[in-house]
């Protein structure tokens, strides 16, 4: 006859929680990160400016700088680029769908970037930034992108088209 294990299947799990804090090496990074659906959010409801605040961010908390510096440089001359192209565009052509493509554009590639590291980090027991401050930056955002746009009009004339 077989001995039967003795693990009571009713017995609470234990863990050893007196041990060390989960560190970058295990893959949890010391201050939260924002997570690649949070980008798309800022992306999508603020401007692309807002997703890559969000994306420099969680550069800055994987002590990363010199990737921080890269990707907001890189992502307000994209934006930049972006207003330009939208500003260009004949009336009859809607913006909506442009800056729907952009957002998912936005988000996939944060995603390819920083979505194994954020997972990871989750996995280890890394916190998330929470959502009040993501609805801030896209507020904040979209008053700056609203002053800018305006400024802008008023600069070209082309307000005067808006309004009447």
Same mark, same amino acid.
Do not use: C
């Given at each position: 006859?077989?001995?039967?294990?003795?693990? %009571?299947?009713?017995?609470?799990?234990?863990?050893?929680?007196? /041990?060390?804090?989960?560190?970058?090496?295990?893959?949890?990074?010391?201050?939260?990160?924002?997570?690649?659906?949070?980008? =798309? $959010?800022?992306?999508? @409801?603020?401007?692309?400016?807002?997703?890559?605040?969000?994306?420099?961010?969680?550069?800055?908390?994987?002590?990363?700088?010199?990737?921080?510096?890269?990707?907001?440089?890189? /992502?307000?001359?994209?934006?930049? /680029? @972006?207003?330009?192209? @939208?500003?260009?565009?004949?009336?009859?052509?809607?913006?909506?769908?442009? %800056?729907?493509?952009?957002?998912?554009?936005?988000?996939? @590639?944060?995603?390819?970037?920083?979505?194994?590291?954020?997972?990871?980090?989750?996995?280890?027991? /890394?916190?998330?930034?929470?959502?009040?401050?993501?609805?801030?930056?896209?507020?904040?955002?979209?008053?700056?992108?609203?002053? =800018?746009?305006? $400024?802008? =009009?008023?600069?070209?004339?082309?307000?005067?088209?808006?309004?009447?």
């Amino acid at each position: 006859m077989a001995i039967e294990p003795t693990i %009571n299947p009713y017995a609470p799990p234990t863990s050893d929680l007196t /041990g060390p804090p989960p560190s970058a090496a295990d893959g949890a990074f010391s201050a939260p990160l924002f997570s690649p659906r949070q980008m =798309l $959010a800022a992306a999508a @409801l603020g401007s692309v400016i807002a997703g890559v605040m969000l994306l420099q961010a969680n550069y800055r908390a994987m002590g990363r700088a010199a990737a921080a510096t890269k990707a907001l440089l890189f /992502g307000l001359l994209a934006s930049a /680029g @972006l207003f330009a192209v @939208l500003f260009m565009l004949p009336d009859r052509i809607p913006a909506s769908p442009i %800056n729907i493509a952009t957002a998912l554009t936005f988000y996939k @590639l944060a995603e390819s970037m920083q979505g194994p590291a954020f997972f990871k980090h989750r996995a280890a027991g /890394g916190s998330v930034r929470s959502n009040w401050v993501v609805f801030g930056i896209i507020i904040a955002s979209a008053v700056a992108v609203l002053i =800018l746009a305006g $400024a802008f =009009l008023l600069a070209t004339g082309r307000l005067d088209d808006v309004n009447g």
